[in-house]
């Protein structure tokens, strides 16, 4: 298999579909095979508390080379992958997670999913004692809305990306355990299919379409300010005015 890796930000850009170990458990391949089929070139990245921001911003940058993807998405989608990788350092109870992307130039569509196989979204929000008893399919519908938490974060995170989701989502996978929440075209429902140790986020949205950043975060953050702050020069910010 041909692959080239990145020390720097444990990068690995597939040129074939097969995956190579990662120094996880985590079955990479299987991934690949679901979510990737056919496609030659695709982003992974391992990432741990550590790495975790240099990876989210290598991700971002990347992303943000593709000038013809619309500048608000990336600044509303920046904001939805932090919380979601960073769920997993929170949430997981595992060391590592795994981060899968891809821009699709032909469909104007990002993909990217991430993953953890630390105790799943059912164990973690049973932690919370309100949620104790709660079902594996409540619990995928539950931490999407706004601040269900297991007690640990805010619980803004999934409820953010859900909005975003509804704004510009092409299709949404949340799957763990036994089950999977899935949104195609606006419409939800929960399915029993396979099962995944841990928890498993999957999204494509699209690219091309204005949105405001800030109504996806419900106003509650500058998400477009984080983002120019970041990954914007102060140039090209002053050639915007």
């Known amino acids: ?28 391949t299987f991934l690949l ?8 070139k695709v982003s992974i990245d391992v990432f741990d508390a550590q790495t975790l921001n240099t990876v989210y911003q290598d991700v971002i940058a990347t992303l943000t080379s593709h000038f013809e993807i619309e500048v608000s998405v990336l600044q509303a ?7 979601i990788m960073d769920n997993v350092h929170i949430h997981s109870g595992k060391p590592l ?7 699709d130039d032909n469909h104007k569509t990002v993909r990217i999913l991430i993953a953890d ?18 079902t ?5 519908e539950k931490c999407l809305q706004d601040e269900v938490t297991d007690g640990k974060g805010m619980g803004f995170g999934l409820y953010t990306t859900s909005r975003l989701i509804d704004s510009i989502g092409k299709e949404f996978i949340l ?6 929440l899935v ?4 419409k939800t429902s929960i399915v029993e299919n396979g099962f995944w140790q841990g928890t498993l986020i999957y999204m494509e949205i699209g690219t091309g379409k204005e949105i405001d950043p800030n109504q996806i975060v419900d106003h509650r953050t500058d998400a477009e300010g984080e983002y120019n702050e970041t990954f914007v020069e102060t140039e090209e910010l002053e050639a915007l005015w």
């Open 1 to 28: 298999m041909l692959a080239f890796l990145c020390i720097r930000c444990s990068k690995i850009w597939l040129f074939i579909e097969k995956c190579v170990f990662l120094h996880t458990d985590m079955d990479v």
């Open 33 to 40: 095979d679901r979510y990737f089929k056919d496609i030659k």
């Open 77 to 83: 989608l920046s904001y939805c992958l932090y919380e």
């Open 97 to 103: 997670g795994t981060a899968i992307t891809y821009y």
């Open 117 to 134: 196989d630390g105790m799943g979204i059912k164990a973690s929000l049973a932690e919370n004692e309100q949620y104790a008893n709660i």
């Open 136 to 140: 594996e399919q409540e619990a995928l």
């Open 175 to 180: 799957h763990s355990g036994t089950h999977k």
């Open 183 to 186: 949104i195609t075209n606006g």
